[in-house]
């Protein structure tokens, strides 16, 4: 009972990434580019929290770190990328929160 | 295992302090030398110190909007970051600091760059390329639209190994 509930739930989730894939383009009349991780792409190993141009991308206006749903870095960096970003923040080198 | 082995009593520690904009030199340098004395004391080296000089904060710390930056990269034993880290609380001059350990983060890395190589280096030989990328092919990538005619001579030579 327990197995067929998973295997259906694992079916229905990977038929949805699929769609949302297939209509990324076109949904909303908005085109949505598809989304990489900057850091894998660069082939950045080591996030550092000194280095304020790599990590000012991912702190928008307000000051809270962007979700890894927007920003589309992958989840190794996007953990990275928050300590680095908390370390950053400590020293006064990116703000905690702006108004 | 290995890197915890013999990484078991000497780490590495990078120290980050701020001290107010209108910070003379002099003072700086007592600043560092009280630091140089503490990593003396357990046995540890500065392998780096960088000034950034006057930097503007992110938000206001002790009132200031300014401040001096440095940066010391300390090798030395976990005792050590204890005492500097208290050290550094109680000095005035200091209006904020900061010390992180980077020895494991850094070795992460350092093994993910090699297994990238390996990776990239296995790859190129299944194909039955050299294994690192010669100087034309490096060029080739960096123009990214002419001298075809390299990169067509690199692939046969690379064939015929």
């Known amino acids: 009972m327990s197995e067929m509930d998973r295997d259906s739930r694992g079916g229905r989730a990977g038929g949805a990434k ?18 990489v991780c900057k850091f894998c792409v660069e082939k950045i190993d080591y996030i550092n929290y000194k280095d304020v141009k790599m990590i000012a991308p991912f702190i928008p206006e307000r000051g ?10 992958c989840a190794t960096h996007q ?14 080198l990116v703000p905690y929160v702006t108004d | 295992m290995s890197i915890r082995r013999h990484m078991s009593n000497v780490r590495q520690y990078e120290l980050v302090y701020i001290a107010p904009a209108e910070t003379t030199e002099e003072a700086l340098a007592e600043l ?17 110190t960088e000034n950034w000089g006057r930097r503007r904060l992110a938000y206001e ?14 090798n030395g034993p976990a005792a050590l970051n204890a005492e500097l880290d208290r050290r550094l609380r109680v000095l005035d001059v ?15 890395a350092e093994r993910a760059r090699a297994r990238r190589k390996a ?6 030989v299944r194909r039955g390329l050299p294994p690192e990328p010669t100087e034309s092919e490096r060029q080739r990538r960096a123009e990214e639209d002419d001298d075809a ?4 001579e690199q692939m046969f030579r690379g064939g015929d190994r």
């Open chain 1, 18 to 35: 699929r769609e949302g894939g297939d209509k990324a383009g076109g949904r909303r009349g908005f085109f949505r580019r598809r989304r």
């Open chain 2, 61 to 74: 710390i002790a009132g200031q909007r300014e401040g001096v930056y440095v940066l010391e990269v300390i």
């Open chain 1, 64 to 73: 809270k770190i962007q979700p890894r749903r927007i920003s589309g870095v």
């Open chain 2, 94 to 108: 200091v209006i904020r600091h900061m010390i992180v350990r980077v020895d494991e983060e850094l070795a992460i």
């Open chain 2, 149 to 152: 005619d390299g990169g067509m």
């Open chain 1, 79 to 92: 953990r990275a990328l928050q300590t680095a970003i908390k370390r950053a923040r400590q020293i006064a």
């Open chain 2, 119 to 124: 990776a990239t280096t296995a790859r190129r």
């Open chain 2, 32 to 48: 560092h030398s009280q630091v140089v004395a503490v990593v003396d004391r357990f046995g540890g080296n500065i392998e780096k």
